[in-house]
């Protein structure tokens, strides 16, 4: 898998003249095939995932939960003074959410749902085909992380361009990238061909810890999976706590897309997209790098 | 500026696709064929689960104590047909589970009878295909037993439930719920036609007088006012098609997740 150009080291073979721009090969075709897929993936889980949250928008902790059981998290609909709200109860807190969550408009109408049309697949209320999507989806999502996993393992790709060096986590290093990373200032020049250590830190997070977690709840979520591996039951804490845990670590990649694509955004789009669509990064030479 | 620009050019765009695409996904849902795509899914997770089950594998049982307060009556609350209101009023002394199909020996049998039958009892978890979980015990006759009493024929594959309750009002009958599970389900020691939730008799909310249990699927397979079971070798004769009420109506047939 490694015998073409290997991603994050520099392939045309010209010398930089001074302060111009060159291009590495950044991100190998099955780093960016699996990337857009997982786009593709985690775009209809989620969407899907929230139709199937519409169906009972209440979470527990435990082995079981419903309706009167304690919920530490409702969305739901009420009516105060004659007039319908929406709200978000958290613990005793409750915060109105009118016209996102709880309560919203169905083509004009308030209608009474967690989640907005807007946000779900499909946008109607229909819990059989959220989860056909939704389960159609983690196949692809799981067989194409196995793939992406071997090919990281094998090529050489997770221990290159992932692993964390030594000095990049000693204190001063770690505290200068926050700091940097704070003012926006990224990375340039020969420094700009690696990852620096927030930003692996953050992918080794999303692959080795939500992104599993998230399949692992995901299973737990099976009445077969459970008695296949009732080991699951006890390391979540039961079926309503997965839940719980799938819905908080849903949330969770939320966030870090969300930080993600601001970053990609605010460090260079078009550079960004370009080498996770052909794998060409362009890098500035400053003059000291020549 | 053109940093700006181009920052509102991207937010745009990726806006307009995002509306597009979401009032393009309704259409995707819609089309038969990539439905027939997203649906072959089940038969993955169908042998997947088969595979890492095998045929044995058991539901967890829980403690007394573990029992939840509140149990949810789901679906119908009491199925409004003249017969079957006859027979809760004689408190089910009339009714008769018939056992039928590709059988060598036909059964009916009384609420007595099924009583006086070896049972199981067990504190297993409910799972709705909406999410909520409620545990409850169980006590009832084991289904293979009565399956083997009543012998197989070699072209037997499936157990239909047929239920006293219509839980949609139709002209054709279709709304009568049925359900169906295969003779690996069948045969699994936890699944029992359930007579007692709880140590008392089971109330007409959860399926008076007789209710499946099947342990490693969801709720919906839960079939309840069970009045006679087909063995068959084929549900495409009945109703949809597919083999129950909620799988006429989209749900899978296999509810193992």
Known sequence: MNQETPPLRSTPPQSAPRGTTVFIRRHSVVTRLSHWLNVLCLSFLLMSGLQIFNAYPQLHWGQYGMDSDPAFLTVGAGESHGAPHGFVRIGSVSVPTTGVLGLSKVEGEWAPQAFPTWLTFPSYQDLAAGRNWHFFFAWVFVINGLIYLGYGVLSGHFHRDLAVKRHEIAPRHFWREIVDHARLRFPAGEDARHYNVLQKLAYIGVFAGLLPLMILTGLTLSPGIDAAFPVLLDLFGGRQSARSLHFITASLLVVFVIVHVAMVILSGPWNNLRSMVTGRYAIRKKESDA | ?257
Not at chain 2, 180 to 194: K, R, V
Not at chain 2, 211 to 238: H, N, P, T, W
Request: glycine fraction near 10%; hydrophobic fraction near 40%.
């Open chain 2, 1 to 257: 500026m053109t940093g700006l620009t181009r920052r509102r050019f991207l937010i745009g765009s990726t806006l307009g696709v995002s509306a597009l695409a979401l009032s393009g996904c309704d259409r995707l849902e819609q089309n038969p064929e990539v439905g027939g795509v997203i649906r072959s899914a089940e038969k993955l997770t169908m042998r997947a689960q088969r595979l890492l089950l095998g045929r044995d594998a058991l539901a967890r049982e829980f403690a007394e104590t573990d029992i939840s307060p509140a149990f949810r009556v789901n679906g119908t609350s009491a199925p409004d047909s003249e017969a079957y209101a006859q027979l809760a009023e004689g408190n089910f002394a009339h009714w008769r589970l018939k056992i039928d199909g590709l059988v060598d020996r036909p059964l009916e049998l009384s609420l007595a009878d099924l009583k006086k039958l070896p049972a199981r009892t067990q504190i297993t978890r409910h799972d709705c295909v909406e999410g909520w979980s409620a545990i409850a015990k169980w006590t009832g006759v084991p289904l293979g037993s009565l399956l083997a009493a009543s012998g197989l024929k070699p072209t037997a594959r499936f157990a239909v439930f047929h239920c006293a309750d219509e839980l949609e009002k139709t002209l054709d009958g279709s709304g009568q719920y049925y359900e169906s599970i295969d003779l690996i389900d069948a045969f699994h020691p936890q699944t029992i036609l359930a007579y007692r939730m709880n140590d008392q008799d089971l109330s007409v909310g959860h399926g008076a007088p007789l209710r499946l249990r099947v342990e490693r699927q969801l709720g919906y397979k839960q079939a309840k006012y069970i009045m006679r079971i087909a063995i068959v070798d084929s549900f495409a004769a009945l109703w949809g098609g597919n083999g129950g009420f909620w799988e006429d109506r989209g749900y899978e047939w296999y509810a193992g997740i």
